[in-house]
């Protein structure tokens, strides 16, 4: 997993590099594509938030969690969304988790979270060099860096919205979505949305209501005690967001009345930054998830989160501020003096060293050589998508003043953090991770869709190769 990006720099910052991309975003958009919008798991599972072009933080799971490798760790693991943005190493971050899917696509699974949109993730303006597009196009060139940026936009578009685990803790980026018609279930709505959904923007193909259910599961929070008072409809537990833009929070009554129609226990989510890197809130039956302990103001001794579910029990972990791995760590002006410019240079477009102007990349290329590696890449009668251009985004980025889209919610109003509770203990890797045991009701275990699925296996699947150890 990049474990020592400065012994390839010439790699990741190569077109070989960006074929390998292309290739990866081709073989799991495959995979991608045959998942129902739902994914029905079975614990033991780790779940893990916001990773937001972390690198280093995925590597303390990486070494701590699976660090036999994915194949040979007992459980499911299951991402619940923004992979991209904020972070310096997007790219890496995003080759990595797509290459663990394509490797072990019945135990790794991939949600999706409202930077998995082209609004957000190509939102340049407002991210500046930490914005996904931008590290594309500064990677690879405008031109090459663009198709990049493209193509792994429609594998999101292709990642589910939710999962069930044990039937009985539902999981997924923001939140519970607004009931679109009497008679269904909100599992049978998130079913109902299109494999491939652009959300923000939409395709042509994707109906409102269904939209709308898309743009709710990516974007949606619990609702604070102000916004239970002031905001919050008593009839439907809904409200407007913080955020603003359109997105809208879940109040108490609307957790009631989701858990009891579906018969689950708890709501696994994630899409809010927490400095302990778990949270609670809604009685302890909302679970806040974040994985990431940098670039989002929480300071230096904030903890990057995870959660096992193991049938009765669930256990946080979490990585200490004082851990360190022997890799991956961003570079200080102290530690940079006896570099070249030239090698500072290469370490600035893997996000190693920041505050530095990097040079453009010239971006050169065979334009022949990369449109039959695109070619190669076009399924047999493949289904044209079209984004809509006529209408308009479920969420109106350009109204989110009032609130940041990756909101850093006061967990004063909003929720209770696991620090409070009474029940810590020392967990992992000498960190000081604490450990939150809830028993929950036993429920009978289910056999997961994905073993079911006509068609989904993966002896059937040609041209799957092992990813090169360059790019893991």
């Not at 699974?109 to 949109?117: M, V």
């Not at 209770?416 to 960190?431: H, K, P, Q």
Request: with cysteine.
């Amino acid at each position: 997993m990049f474990k020592d990006p400065t012994a390839h720099m010439e790699y990741l910052n190569g077109q070989q590099f960006a074929k390998d991309l292309i290739k990866l975003n081709h073989k799991v958009k495959a995979i991608l594509q045959r998942e129902p919008r739902v994914a029905f798991l079975q614990s033991p599972c780790y779940i893990f938030g916001d990773i937001h072009g972390n690198l280093e933080d995925l590597h303390f799971f990486s070494d701590n969690i699976w660090r036999l490798g994915m194949t040979l760790s007992a459980g499911n693991f299951l991402f619940l969304g923004d992979y991209v943005d904020r972070g310096m190493s997007c790219l890496e971050c995003v080759a990595y988790l797509l290459a663990l899917k394509l490797l072990s696509p019945q135990k790794v699974f991939l949600l999706r979270g409202n930077h998995e949109t082209r609004d957000v993730n190509g939102w340049e303006e407002h991210y500046g060099e930490r914005s996904f597009i931008y590290q594309c196009r500064e990677r690879f060139g405008d031109d090459l860096g663009y198709r990049i940026w493209e193509q792994t936009n429609q594998v999101f578009d292709r990642m589910p919205l939710a999962a069930v685990i044990d039937q009985d803790i539902f999981c997924v980026h923001g939140g519970i979505p607004r009931p679109i018609g009497a008679g269904e279930t909100r599992i049978q709505d998130i079913l109902q949305v299109p494999n491939v959904a652009g959300i923000n923007p939409p395709y042509e193909h994707e109906g409102d209501e269904y939209q709308q259910v898309a743009s709710d599961c990516i974007w949606s929070d619990p609702a604070s005690e102000e916004q239970e008072s002031n905001s919050v409809d008593p009839e439907s537990g809904f409200g407007e967001s913080l955020r603003g833009g359109g997105a809208i929070c879940f109040g108490d009554k609307a957790v009631t009345n989701f858990l009891t129609s579906q018969g689950y226990s708890y709501i696994m989510r994630a899409h809010e930054a927490h400095a302990e890197g778990v949270a609670i809130s809604k009685g302890a039956r909302v679970f806040t998830v974040f994985s990431t302990s940098k670039d989002h103001n929480q300071g230096s001794q904030a903890m990057a989160g995870c959660i096992l579910v193991d049938f009765e029990k669930l256990q946080v972990i979490n990585r200490s501020p004082a851990y360190k791995n022997q890799y991956v760590h961003r570079r200080d002006s102290v530690s940079v003096q006896s570099l070249t410019d030239t090698e500072i240079q290469k370490r600035m477009r893997l996000g190693l060293v920041t505050n530095i102007s990097p040079p453009e990349s010239d971006g050169e290329y065979d334009d022949e050589q990369w449109q039959d590696l695109e070619d190669e890449s076009v399924e047999d009668n493949q289904v044209d998508y079209r984004l809509s251009m006529n209408r308009r985004s479920s969420i109106d980025l350009n109204s989110t003043v009032s609130h940041d889209v990756d909101a850093t919610m006061n967990t004063s109003n909003s929720s209770f953090t696991l620090t409070s509770m009474e029940n810590i203990e020392v967990d992992i890797a000498g960190s000081s991770s604490p450990e939150c045991t809830k028993t929950r009701s036993r429920k009978p275990r289910v056999t997961s869709i994905h073993e079911e699925m006509e068609g989904f296996n993966t002896d059937d699947m040609e041209d799957i190769e092992e990813v090169d150890n360059a790019a893991i």
